[in-house]
C-alpha cells in the first residue's frame, strides 16, 4: 500500500522501510508547519482497497483539494504520486480543476507527466521509482482539484505481510476521509483506529471495515516528538504482532548470510592477534568504518533486504542491511553470534499498535556483549549509539525465529556531558578578553566533533569570527581543539578572544555573571529548551544531559558592583533534575561554578511529564538569566 495523507516518505531503509511512500497532497506540504498549509484544505480523501487471498490488492484513491488564497492555489497546483515499479503499477483515472462556479476544467494529457527514478541529496538512488506528475489548469483563490488514482500491488516486500498505516496531518484542515478495506472472509487481519470511526460488516465472501475521520489544522509545539502516533490514524496487517514481522524479516535477512571462504578468511585478518569477544567485535567495526562507505541504492527487494555479500565486499559500499550483513557475516565467520534489529530513527519513541511499515533502520545486536552497533554511523566510536538510535523500540531478529522487541540503551547524563571554563577581562571601555575551555563527552562530544570537522585547518580563525558575530558581538579571536576521532566520543575546544562590545553600556548595566559566547550551544540555558507554553499537546524530547560551568570575571577597577546573583540549589529527585549554582563576588570580580543535569530514564516527556517539569525548569531558567549589576564609579 502505497497511501500515506500526512506525506511521509521515508529516507532510510527503504526510501528506506516505509512502504507508504505517496500521495504528496501538494508540492510544499512537506515542509509546511500549519501557517503555509492553512492556504488550503482538503476538501475530501476516499480510498477503497480490495485485497486478495495471496495478499495482492487492488485500490483507487481520490483526493480533493481547495484552494484558500492565492498562495493555496499555488500550494495545490501541483500533485505527485510516487511508488515502486517492482511492486505497484498505478496511473491517474481522472484529474481536473472545479471552478468556484462549478464547472470542471480537465488537465489535459501533457500535464500528466511520469518520471522514472529518484535520486537524493543524500545519495540515495532508488532507479524503479516511478512518479506521476500533475499540473491543475486554471486555479485561483475558491478553485478545488480533484485526482484519482488507480493500482495493484502485484507484489509483498515480505512474505506474508501486507501491511499500512495513514495518520491525518497536523497542518491542513480535513473535511473528510473516508478509507473501505475489503479483505477475503478466513484471513486474519489485524485493523485498529486511535481517533477515527471503525466499523466492520459482511458483504458476500468479504470482510469490511469503513474508517472515516476528519481534523482541524494546527501548529505542532516546538520540539514535538511522536507525532504520528499522537494524530488521528488507523493501521491494518496481516501479521499477528511484531514477533512475526521479524521472524519474516529474519528468513528474508539469513538468505543473503552466506559464510564463504573469502568471508571467513577476511575475518582471520582483521581479527588478528584478538584473543576477546569485545576485541574481535571492535576491530571488525572499525575496519567496516574504514573501508565500506554508506550509499543506498534499491533495486528488487533491495528495500528490505540487502545485496548479497559478495555484492557488498566488491564494491565496498551499502546502505545499513548491508553493512549489517557484511557485520554479522564477519563476526559469525570469528564465531561471534550477532544478528540484525530493526528501529526507527525519526523521532518516535512509541510503536504504533500494529506491525505496520514503521522501521527505517537496520543495525546489529551481540548478545554476548548485550550490545547494539551501528555500523553505518562512521562518526560515532564503538560501544556508543547515535542519538537517533538511542532509547528506541527494536525489534531484534533471531534467526531462530525467535525474534522480540527490547528498547536500545538511552543516555546517562554524566556520560552525555560538557563542562565549560570561562574567563574573562573586562575593560573600561567594556571590551574584554576571553579565554574559553570547553571539554565534552558521549553525544555532546560528537555534536561538537560534527562542528569542527567542518572547519578547515585555515578557516578556524574566520570561523570563529563567525561564530562571535553570530551571537551579537564584535570581536577576533583564536581556536585550537584535538584532532577530531571518531574513535573516542571525547572533544575538547580552546578559545582566546578579544570581544570589542562585551558591555552594551559601559557605564551602567547588567550583565550574566557567566557571559557566554550564545551560540556555541554549550552553555546550561542553551540546552534546557522552551519552557514557556502553559501547555503542550505533543511529547517533547528531554535528553539526559549534564553541563558544568565554571567562571572567573575579572573587572577594571573603575566598575563597582552593586549586585551579583544569589547561591542556589533546586531540584527534583522525582523528576531527576538537579541544578546547584555558586557565585562569590570579590570586590571587582565575580567567581563561581553551575551545574546542571537531568537523568530520567527516557529520551522523550509526555505532555503531563512537561507539565510537572515546568514549574522547577523555570525557576532554574530564573537563576540562570539573574544579572550582575555594574555600574563605573566615574559615572556616579
Known amino acids: 500500500m502505497q497511501f500515506n495523507i500526512s506525506n511521509r516518505i521515508s529516507q532510510g531503509l527503504i526510501f528506506c522501510f516505509d512502504t507508504i511512500l505517496a500521495c504528496l497532497i501538494g508540492a510544499s506540504i512537506a515542509h509546511a508547519q500549519g501557517l503555509q498549509a492553512a492556504h488550503y484544505k482538503i476538501v475530501r480523501l476516499e480510498l477503497k482497497v480490495n485485497v486478495h487471498q495471496d495478499l495482492t490488492n487492488e485500490w483507487e484513491q481520490t483526493l480533493e483539494h481547495e484552494a484558500l488564497s492565492d498562495v493555496g492555489a499555488v500550494n495545490i497546483g501541483k500533485y505527485f504520486y510516487q511508488y515502486s515499479q517492482g511492486y505497484q503499477v498505478a496511473e491517474i483515472t481522472e484529474a481536473y480543476t472545479i471552478k468556484a462556479d462549478g464547472r470542471k476544467i480537465p ?11 529518484v535520486t537524493t541529496e543524500s545519495g540515495v538512488s532508488w532507479p524503479e521509482a516511478s512518479i506521476l506528475q500533475v499540473t491543475f489548469p486554471d486555479l485561483q483563490k475558491g478553485d478545488r482539484t480533484l485526482v484519482t488514482v488507480k493500482g495493484r500491488d502485484f507484489k509483498n516486500f515480505l512474505p506474508g505481510w501486507i501491511a499500512f498505516h495513514d495518520t491525518l496531518p497536523h497542518n491542513v484542515d480535513v473535511d473528510q476521509y473516508h478509507a473501505r478495506l475489503e479483505i477475503p472472509q478466513g484471513m486474519d487481519f489485524q485493523v485498529q483506529g486511535q481517533g477515527m470511526a471503525v466499523q466492520s460488516h459482511q458483504s458476500g465472501q468479504k470482510k469490511v471495515w469503513e474508517i472515516q475521520g476528519t481534523s482541524k489544522a494546527h501548529l505542532l509545539d516546538a520540539g514535538a516528538v511522536n507525532i504520528q502516533n499522537s494524530n488521528p490514524r488507523w493501521m491494518f496487517s496481516s501479521f499477528s504482532d511484531w514477533e512475526q514481522l521479524g521472524r519474516s524479516f529474519g528468513q528474508a535477512f539469513a538468505s543473503r548470510l552466506t559464510l564463504n571462504e573469502d568471508i571467513r578468511k577476511l575475518a582471520h585478518e582483521i581479527i588478528q592477534g584478538e584473543e576477546t569477544t569485545e576485541g574481535k567485535a571492535r576491530k571488525i567495526h572499525a575496519w567496516l568504518r574504514r573501508n565500506v562507505r554508506y550509499v543506498a541504492v534499491y533495486l528488487g527487494t533491495g528495500g528490505w533486504v540487502p545485496h ?6 566488491k564494491n565496498r559500499y551499502g546502505d545499513c542491511k548491508d553493512q549489517s550483513l557484511l557485520m554479522i557475516a564477519l563476526l559469525q565467520s570469528a564465531g561471534i553470534n550477532a544478528t540484525p534489529a530493526l528501529l526507527r530513527t525519526q523521532a518516535d519513541y512509541e510503536l504504533p499498535e500494529l506491525p505496520v511499515p514503521w522501521f527505517d533502520h ?3 545486536f551481540i548478545p554476548e556483549l548485550k550490545r547494539f552497533v ?8 564503538w560501544g556508543a549509539l547515535p542519538m537517533e538510535n538511542s532509547d ?3 525489534l531484534v531478529v533471531d534467526f531462530d525465529g525467535k525474534s522480540r522487541l527490547d528498547r536500545t540503551p538511552s543516555f546517562r547524563s554524566e556520560e552525555n556531558r560538557i563542562e565549560v571554563h570561562g574567563k574573562w577581562q573586562i575593560h573600561t571601555d567594556g571590551s574584554a578578553d576571553l579565554k574559553l575551555d570547553i571539554e565534552a563527552r558521549g553525544h555532546s ?8 570537522r567542518q572547519i578547515p585547518d585555515n578557516m578556524r580563525e574566520a570561523a570563529l569570527n563567525r561564530w562571535i558575530t553570530d551571537g ?8 585550537s581543539f584535538a584532532p577530531v576521532s571518531p574513535e573516542t566520543q571525547r572533544q575538547d575546544l580552546h578559545i582566546t578572544a578579544k570581544i570589542q562590545n562585551l558591555l552594551p553600556d559601559p557605564e551602567a548595566g547588567a550583565i550574566l555573571p557567566h557571559p557566554m559566547l550564545s551560540n556555541l550551544g554549550v552553555y546550561i540555558i542553551s540546552n534546557i529548551g522552551n519552557i514557556n507554553p502553559d501547555a503542550r499537546r505533543y511529547a517533547i524530547e528531554c535528553i539526559p544531559f549534564s553541563v558544568r560551568e565554571e ?8 566598575f563597582e558592583l552593586l549586585r551579583v546573583p544569589k547561591s542556589v540549589q533546586i531540584s527534583s529527585d522525582a523528576l531527576a533534575i538537579r541544578f546547584e549554582q555558586h557565585v562569590v563576588k570579590n570586590k571587582n570580580s565575580v567567581e563561581g561554578w553551575r551545574e546542571y543535569s537531568q537523568s530520567q530514564a527516557h529520551h522523550s516527556c509526555s505532555p503531563q511529564q512537561y507539565l510537572e517539569r515546568q514549574p522547577v525548569l523555570s525557576r532554574i531558567l530564573h537563576s540562570l538569566r539573574s544579572n550582575v549589576l555594574y555600574v563605573q564609579s566615574s559615572s556616579r
Open 308 to 313: 548479497e555479500l559478495d555484492w557488498i565486499l
Open 392 to 394: 528506541k523500540p527494536v
Open 551 to 558: 567562571f572567573s570575571v575579572q573587572y577594571s577597577k573603575d
Open 362 to 364: 537496520c543495525i546489529v
Open 445 to 452: 562530544a560528537v555534536g561538537l566533533q560534527n562542528q569542527l
Open 472 to 479: 551579537g558581538l564584535r570581536g577576533t579571536g583564536q581556536m
Open 107 to 117: 488537465v489535459q494529457a501533457d500535464a500528466i507527466q511520469r518520471q522514472l527514478g
Open 374 to 381: 551501528d555500523p553505518a554511523a562512521s562518526a560515532i566510536a
